[in-house]
């Protein structure tokens, strides 16, 4: 069974700093998902990567897959109060033969004003 | 309405009752999901379905829970004999057809078991 491990688990900052979370794999990604999820709702799709070095930006977030493609990075520039939230990885191909999603397990991030 | 709608959103019962939770999809959706997540943690995998069927159920804890889908659009989560540690929120996704592409939750239903 693939493995999603996310890092850190929590980061508390100010607002304007920016960061950097991670998801590695115990496994090839066939293609890798990121999520944010606000308290009380269900995760929401920012990003899909799908090839090894893929680069892909959203605003003031940067998505990262590793050339391996068993990690992948997400880094956010001058961050907001309002990118508050559970980050999530997930993925969703055929690694393990069928189209389950799995999920990793997630980095709490805080943004003080 | 146009998102992914889960029912009821706050249930509590006690230990030994049996509980139903229900997912209604986004129209034409094939491919529904469940997941259990605890507080703080990444949602964790239980069943998907493709169509009416269960194309992978290996996330089921135990024979307690199951889930039925049976004319390939409303799903139902039914868990017997409930323990306190199935206390947990409960979430449905649904996605289009094709082997990938974006999930959509529902809010969730939590689940309390006291």
């Known amino acids: 069974t693939q493995l999603l491990e996310q890092s850190p688990q929590f980061l508390s900052i100010q607002e304007g700093e920016n960061l950097t979370v991670y998801c590695n794999s115990s496994?090839?990604?066939?293609?890798l998902q990121w999520y944010r999820q606000e308290p009380g709702e269900g995760p929401v799709l920012l990003v899909t990567?799908?090839?090894?070095?893929e680069v892909k930006k959203l605003k003031r977030l940067t998505f990262q897959f590793g050339d391996a493609r068993k990690d992948s990075s997400l880094h956010i520039t001058a961050a907001q109060p309002g990118d508050t939230g559970l980050y999530l990885c997930?993925?969703?191909?055929?690694?393990?033969?069928?189209?389950?999603?799995?999920f990793g397990t997630g980095t709490r991030l805080k943004v003080l004003a | 309405g146009a998102g992914v709608s889960q029912t009821p959103s706050n249930k509590v019962t006690e230990k030994g009752k049996y509980v139903e939770l229900r997912c209604d999809p986004i129209s034409g959706h094939t491919a529904l999901y469940w997941y259990r997540q605890s507080l703080g943690q990444g949602p964790e995998f239980l069943i998907y379905?493709?169509?009416?069927?269960?194309?992978?159920d290996s996330g089921l804890p135990n024979d307690r829970f199951f889930a039925v889908r049976p004319e390939g659009s409303v799903s139902t989560l039914k868990i017997q004999r409930t323990e306190r540690g199935d206390s947990a929120v409960y979430l449905c996704?649904?996605?289009?057809?094709?082997?990938?592409?974006?999930?959509?939750f529902g809010e969730g239903s939590r689940l309390t078991v006291l």
């Open positions: 997930a993925e969703g191909g055929t690694t393990s033969g069928t189209y389950k999603y799995i």
């Open positions: 996704a649904s996605r289009a057809s094709g082997n990938t592409g974006e999930l959509f």
């Open positions: 496994s090839v990604f066939s293609s």
């Open positions: 379905f493709q169509g009416t069927g269960a194309a992978d």
């Open positions: 990567v799908v090839t090894g070095g």
